[in-house]
């Protein structure tokens, strides 16, 4: 079961994170790298042997924070709901997969699940730093971007296609249809931002092409 005391102390942890990366970034890089270390974190812990029920609150608590703080932040902005949406649907699934882990329904299953999406996110933290911080850079950019589209398709699509096909008795033995949707949701997600990514990069080429053509005089 999910523990709340664990859960508030690390919702505390996350904020105090993040105000003390706030010193010297602006807030949106600030709670990016925590983003970046909550993943970190996630994989590392996982692949140990460790009690997997300490994972399973802290990674609750931190989507349940960030979660919030969307919120909060479409109270002042409503029209940020439809960049911040899919955010909101992914935090509700991840809390969702995570409370039936923590009651032991498919934990493996679904925490090798956590496993592969939060893998697949490492390169998007490194992008979207990379892109905030080296404006001036543009080239730069753009080869982290490469990377991070080559990085986030690999285990979002090959990767964690792999591992549903191989584990479909285990999806099965669920016999729920909102496991089934929310499974999906989040797999086509990763399918849909990957074909962003690739429109993003698909951009970048022209940029640089059109750079080093020759100019007509």
Do not use: C
Not at 19 to 26: E, G, I, N
Request: charged share 10%.
């Amino acid at each position: 079961m999910l523990n709340y005391f664990f859960i508030v102390s690390f919702f505390a942890f996350w904020r105090i994170l993040i105000l003390s990366f706030t010193k010297f970034f602006d807030y949106n890089i600030s709670k990016n790298i925590a983003h970046f270390i909550h993943a970190l974190i996630f994989v590392i812990y996982y692949n140990t042997n460790f009690d997997k029920s300490y994972l399973i609150n802290l990674s609750t608590s931190f989507y349940i924070y960030d979660l919030i703080y969307i919120i909060l932040q479409l109270f002042q902005n409503k029209n940020a709901l439809i960049s911040q949406g899919p955010f909101i649907v992914h935090h509700i699934i991840a809390i969702y997969g995570l409370y039936l882990s923590s009651i032991d329904i498919s934990s493996n299953f679904i925490l090798m699940i956590y496993n592969i999406l939060e893998n697949s996110n490492f390169m998007l933290y490194v992008a979207y730093h990379v892109n905030k911080s080296y404006t001036t850079f543009p080239y730069y950019v753009y080869i982290v971007e490469f990377i991070q589209y080559i990085w986030y398709t690999y285990f979002r699509i090959i990767y964690f296609s792999r591992y549903l096909l191989s584990n479909l008795d285990e999806i099965y033995l669920h016999n729920e249809i909102i496991s089934y949707i929310l499974l999906a949701t989040l797999y086509f997600m990763g399918v849909f931002w990957s074909y962003k990514l690739f429109l993003k990069n698909i951009k970048n080429i022209s940029l640089i092409l059109e750079e080093i053509k020759p100019k007509s005089e």
